[in-house]
């Protein structure tokens, strides 16, 4: 089997400037980036660095937009996933110095999911037929801190390991 087609996104964010909003928004900022299943799955410092390298990933917040749309899930990353993170992770180690540590799967859905099948896996008349794939968009991170920068790394795809 080959590996899906993915697009990638890439984050880089100064700590400080991020905890600073964090810091500003709370409780209030975390809930409006994260989902109450996904609060104990990624260090707080990193959510919007990850959340933005998967929006980086779509190409952009898509009409209909939500934080939400990206929810970390507590299964790691398949096997596939993680080589091609390590590898990623790899050239952005040997550019920024930062080793990439944290690592997450995620669930996309609502406008980023639909924006990442009008990409990967589109037809002929553009959107027909990409219902048959909803609940499939699926995600991995990857994240690093150091040297007083947040950097993170995102892939999305379809996962068609169901009935394909």
Do not use: N
Not at 14 to 42: I, K, N, P, Q, Y
Request: glycine share 12%; hydrophobic share 45%.
């Amino acid at each position: 089997m080959t590996a899906p087609a993915v697009l990638i996104g890439v984050d880089i964010v100064d700590a400080d400037r991020l905890a600073r909003a964090g810091d500003r928004g709370g409780a209030l900022f975390r809930r409006h980036l994260t989902t109450s299943a996904e609060r104990d799955l990624v260090a707080d410092d990193a959510v919007f660095s990850v959340k933005e390298s998967f929006i980086k990933a779509v190409g952009g917040r898509p009409p209909g937009f939500s934080w939400h749309d990206f929810e970390a899930r507590p299964e790691r990353p398949a096997a596939w996933t993680g080589r091609l993170l390590d590898e990623a992770s790899e050239e952005l180690t040997a550019s920024t110095g930062l080793t990439l540590t944290g690592d997450a799967s995620y669930a996309v859905r609502g406008a980023c999911g639909r924006a990442v099948l009008a990409r990967l896996a589109p037809h002929e008349d553009g959107m027909a037929g990409v219902a048959s794939y909803e609940g499939r968009v699926a995600g991995a991170a990857r994240w690093g801190f150091g040297a007083g920068l947040l950097v993170s790394l995102a892939i999305v795809f379809v996962d068609r390991k169901e009935g394909s």
